[in-house]
């Protein structure tokens, strides 16, 4: 099966003509083109604004990008000299080989660890890999962490992060709808005030839109969900990411410099991650987050 390898990222086909394209910058995906059982001509499924960079000089504004060890600003002591979202999606990422390559689809393996710039900001022992998966119908992205601590000391040196997945999904934002979230408690980064962000609601609606800024963090949530339009839709499936976040900045976006004009009408970002309180992993122990995303066929809609 095709496997392209560049100076700077690898490209994926497989032979019923899906594709994706991961950078090793950041390890983030670009692109993911996939057609349905109902019409197999690829389609990009997200969204990278014309105006990012893919060059390495800043993180990628689309795409997949990976949040790591820290969601949004630090609250962690050892994260306090990190920025936002961590250094994850900053980083050149090493290429580790293939992990499978046969009809049924194609599979690669990126990694990163400790390097001395790194270290000037978070001084923790980690090894890092990530597993990228493309399918006909479906692409799948492996989160594996591993403690790589080998003290001895008690208490044990026990490592305590956030990890998200930040799906730009490209979609008609004004016509789109995820499930199911009904019920969840979320936090709603929109509010105006730190007690209105740090205070808890629940979902009342049956299906979540973005007809208006939304930046929503929903906890314990189900680990899957539809995000549908008219016509089209995107399952996702995750596995240890407990959390999910909703976001859409509407006509806000215009303030982002490298989001193209009007962007913000071409996608909605639904987050899997563990990002209320910290995964603790031993030393040793290897934590993985996992999520596989499929194309929907046949049409899901609820009737609102």
Known sequence: MPLEKLQDRVLLKHPKD?????????????SWKSGSTKNPDPLERLF??????????????????????????PIHLEHAKLGQH???RSEV???????????????????????EKIKRVYDRPFHLSYVVTLAEHQLSTDLHLKNSSTSTTFPPDVLEFQALLHNYIRAPAEQVLVTPLQQLSYYDKTESTEQ?????????????DVKKATDSVYENA????????????IEIRTKNFKDVVVWNP????????DMEDGGWER??????????GFVKLEPGKTWIGQQVMTVIAEERRLAL
């Open 250 to 257: 509407q006509v806000g976006g215009s303030k982002i410099v």
């Open 222 to 233: 189900p680990q899957k969900y539809e995000i549908t339009w008219p016509g089209g839709g």
């Open 93 to 115: 990422w090493q290429w580790d080989g293939t992990v499978m390559d046969n009809e049924a689809g194609v599979s690669i393996k990126l990694t990163l660890e400790p390097t």
């Open 196 to 208: 209105g962000r740090a205070s808890a609601k629940v979902e009342q609606r049956a299906a979540v």
């Open 267 to 276: 996608y909605v970002c639904v987050e899997p991650g563990f990002v209320r």
């Open 86 to 88: 961590g250094f994850a």
């Open 48 to 73: 990278v604004s014309s105006k990012a960079a893919l060059d390495g000089s800043k993180p990628v504004r689309g795409g997949i990008p990976i949040v790591f060890p820290c969601f949004g600003a």
């Open 18 to 30: 899906s594709s994706a394209e991961i950078l090793f910058y950041g390890a983030t995906v670009i």
